[in-house]
Each structure stands twice: as structure tokens, then as C-alpha cells.
């Protein structure tokens, strides 16, 4: 084989390497965290209050029981708490997302869990009391 044919396959093999690399990244998804991420940034000042707030409020306390998933706030917060805003995150697979409204019953809500996904979830729990936000992140996995 003299250097001509060597030289040819040298170029047919860069050129199906290329085309394979093409292939892939015309093909691959990509998600951010959530469709609006750059709105959110700017509002980020409002999950760091709230961060503080939950912190110096107390732990958020989750109960896993078959197909049913128990939050509980603080003991402090629990006369005043009412509603929340949670947001199941999967960070695998932006589908397996659930954005849903918590309504407590004495600083509890239950959360059926069985169309949810088997995966790791992080919690993202935000909700205000007065003028006070609070926002609470726990990770939580779902068999």
C-alpha cells in the first residue's frame, strides 16, 4: 500500500469521525434548570431571604409512607403557614418535574406521590407569611 491510499484513508476516517461528532450534538437535549432561568436570576435576591427566613425558622421535616410524602413546617410557623408553592426538581429529566400548590392543615400537608417517577427529587418549597418569604430545599428520593 503506498502513501496515496494510506493518505485517502486517513482523510475518509476524519471525515466520518467529524460527521459522527456532528451527529451527536445535533441530536443531544439540553435543559436548563427551568425554561424561565434567567428571569429567576434576577429574582434570586428573594430565595436568599427566604433561605435566611427558613433557617432561622426551623427544619422542614418530610415523611416518606408508601404513596404519600407528609411536609411539615416548623412549630413556629405552623399557626400562620397556610399555602406554598412546591416544586419537585428531578434534575435527570426536565418530564419528571411536578410544580404543585401545598395547602397545610396545622403546619402539615400530604403530597400523593404514586404519578411520580422513581428518581431523586429536590424539594423546592417557597411560600410567605405576611411580608416575610421563606424558602426551604430538601432532597428526597421516590421509589
Not at 450534538?25 to 427566613?53: C, F, M, P, W
Not at 432561622?56 to 406554598?84: C, H, K, M, Y
Not at 401545598?102 to 418549597?125: C, H, I, K, Q, W
Amino acid at each position: 500500500m503506498n502513501w496515496g491510499y494510506r493518505l485517502t484513508l486517513v482523510f475518509i476516517g476524519f471525515t466520518a469521525m467529524i460527521g459522527t461528532l456532528v451527529y451527536k450534538a445535533t441530536h443531544t437535549k439540553y435543559e436548563l434548570v427551568s425554561k424561565d432561568y434567567y428571569s429567576e436570576e434576577l429574582r434570586y435576591q428573594e430565595k436568599i431571604d427566604g433561605s435566611n427566613n427558613a433557617t432561622e425558622a426551623g427544619a422542614l421535616l418530610l415523611q416518606q409512607q408508601d404513596n404519600t410524602l407528609t411536609v411539615s413546617v416548623p412549630e413556629n410557623l405552623r399557626a400562620t403557614a397556610d399555602s406554598a408553592n412546591a416544586w419537585f426538581y428531578c434534575k435527570t429529566d426536565a418530564s419528571k418535574d411536578k410544580k404543585i400548590k401545598l395547602v397545610f392543615a396545622e403546619g402539615n400537608a400530604v403530597v400523593n406521590t404514586s404519578g411520580f417517577a422513581a428518581d431523586t427529587y429536590e424539594l423546592r418549597l417557597q411560600f410567605t407569611i405576611g411580608s416575610k418569604p421563606y424558602y426551604y430545599t430538601k432532597f428526597l428520593t421516590i421509589p
